[in-house]
């Protein structure tokens, strides 16, 4: 079945960098698009990148020009390069794969910016 497992997140003071990696298996990898999404506490969870099959990449509002979004289809893993963070940044993570019609989720890396 799909599994999702993010890791690399962590405490990073305001205007720091982290990268966040996904890895995924128990399905073609290359032949989807993949995502990231974030939920702040008392927030819903939102959209904060997204990458084709292809490598077409796409960003929410408030992180683009920020966050990068990549993947490496030969180890199957998806990244997350974040850089200039902001306070607003704190959430928690979460790697997205939609798979014959089936969302999954990883369990999600937790994010804190400090001041």
């Known amino acids: 079945q799909v599994q999702l497992v993010e890791s690399g997140g962590g405490l990073v003071q305001s205007g720091g960098s982290l990268r966040l990696s996904c890895a995924a298996s128990g399905f073609s990898f290359s032949s989807y698009g993949l995502g990231w999404y974030r939920q702040a506490p008392w927030k819903e969870r939102e959209v904060v990148a997204g990458?084709?099959?292809?490598?077409?990449?796409s960003y929410g509002d408030s992180v683009k020009g920020r966050f990068t979004i990549s993947r490496d289809n030969a180890k199957n893993m998806l990244y997350l390069q974040m850089n200039n963070l902001k306070l607003e940044d704190t959430a928690v993570y979460y790697c997205n794969a939609v798979v014959s019609g089936v969302s999954s989720w990883g369990q999600g890396t937790q994010v804190t910016v400090f001041p």
């Open positions: 990458i084709t099959s292809g490598g077409v990449t």
